[in-house]
Each structure stands twice: as C-alpha cells, then as structure tokens.
C-alpha cells in the first residue's frame, strides 16, 4: 500500500509540475527567486554578479546561466516528499520532514548554482560535466539522506501500532 502512496504522489506532483498555469504562476517564480538569492550570496563577494528573472549573470564578462526547470530543486523535493508522505509518520513528523527537506535541498541547490554559474567562466567542458551528471546525482542524493536522517529521527513505532494503521 505505501509504494502505491508513493507512486501517487509522484505522477500527480510531476503532472502538476507539467502544467501551464503551474510552470507560469509557481515554478518560474521560484526560479527567479532562487536566482536572486543565488545573486544575493554572490555579491557578498562578487558584486559583477546580478540576477534578472531566471538569469544569474556576471556584468562585467557577460558570463551567464539560466536556471531552467528541472534545475530548481523542484524535481528532488517531489521524489522526497512522495517517500515522506508515504511513509507512516504523523502528518506533524512528515510536514517537518518536508521542512527540513526543503531547506536541505534548496541550500544545496543555491551552492550547485553558483559552483555552476563560477565552472562555465573557468571551462565549458566541465561545466556540462558537472551540471549533467556530478550535480544531478547530488541534488537527488542529498534528498534521499535527508530522507534517511528525518526516518531515524522519528519515534520506535511498535510493529502492532503500523499495523494497526495499515488496516
């Protein structure tokens, strides 16, 4: 029963994901915003660095990135919340493990982007090297620890009280 949760909740997050109005009124609203704190956390350090929209961009060498979908960090929170949702939990322990996840992700997404944004001025190779495969395992890696640590952070559950909740 819970693999069936699981598979649930992914196709219908990755379809909503996939739609119009979602993509226009979430997905690259939240690009955006991770770029801008992706330029935030640069300037800190570089100030040739600015964001527009979903573009993060070095002034001065016109060095430029574009978080696209599927580069957020939405994809990785859906396969993380499809495992805690479907795992028996309080709905109080799954939303603090969404919480958690969250940030996890999106903390390591924000370093993913800006390790990117610095690798593409220094060389393309690695750059497509990194970002097609080093990060990509990362991103959903880190997922699945996170999801590991929020189940060992959960209370003993005694085998009669899950399967009490399965009937």
Known sequence: MRISWFILVL??????????????YFVLPFTALIASVSAWITQL????????????QNIQNGTAVSIQPGCNGI???ICLTAAIVA???TWKQKLYGLLLGFLAIQALNIVRII????????????????????WQA??????LIVFIIWV??????????IEAQAA
């Open 115 to 134: 390790s990117l944004f610095y690798l593409l001025q220094w060389d393309k190779e690695w750059f497509e090297w990194a970002h097609l495969y080093l």
């Open 87 to 89: 795992f028996p939990a």
């Open 45 to 56: 350090f570089d100030p040739a660095v600015q964001s527009h929209g979903i573009i993060l």
């Open 75 to 77: 994809e990785a929170m």
């Open 152 to 161: 060992r952070m959960l209370p003993e559950v005694d085998d009669s009280d």
């Open 11 to 24: 196709v219908v997050l990755f379809t909503l994901e996939l739609l119009g109005p979602v993509r226009e």
């Open 138 to 143: 990362l991103i959903i890696l880190d997922a």
